[in-house]
Nanobody, 122 residues
Framework: QVQLVESGGGLVQAGGSLRLSCAASGRTFSSYTMGWFRQAPGKEREFVAAVSWSGVTTYYIDSVKGRFTISKDNAKNTVYLQMNSLKPEDTAVYYC???????????????WGQGTQVTVSS
């Protein structure tokens, strides 16, 4: 069982930055691919970024490439999402998720956090 707790959300002006954190419980964090997803009001949840269990390989959706950076610290059982040059369309609830020893664009995730709100004002 893995529990995920996100933090770092908030209100920021367009062009600003936020860093989301997701702290994981359990002793096998290094075996999990970690992903960030988001869900805007009235829209379906969408994949944002993922990092492989080793922390070496990453993947991003096109709309955040060059602005967001995902990273994984296996020693701290934490995954981060650094978000720069934020836009109003980035406003959403952001969720982290964990997938055991799977990596790819469309994989099933085993555990989910409760989400953290990110609001970008224009």
């Amino acid at each position: 069982q893995v529990q995920l707790v996100e933090s770092g959300g908030g209100l920021v002006q367009a062009g600003g930055s936020l860093r989301l954190s997701c702290a994981a419980s359990g002793r096998t964090f290094s075996s999990y691919t970690m992903g960030w997803f988001r869900q805007a009001p009235g829209k379906e949840r969408e994949f944002v970024a993922a990092v492989s269990w080793s922390g070496v390989t990453t993947y991003y959706i096109d709309s955040v490439k060059g602005r967001f950076t995902i990273s994984k610290d296996n020693a701290k059982n934490t995954v981060y999402l650094q978000m720069n040059s934020l836009k109003p369309e980035d406003t959403a609830v952001y969720y982290c998720a964990a997938a055991y020893k799977r990596f790819g664009i469309k994989i099933d995730y085993d555990y989910w956090g409760q989400g953290t709100q990110v609001t970008v004002s224009s």
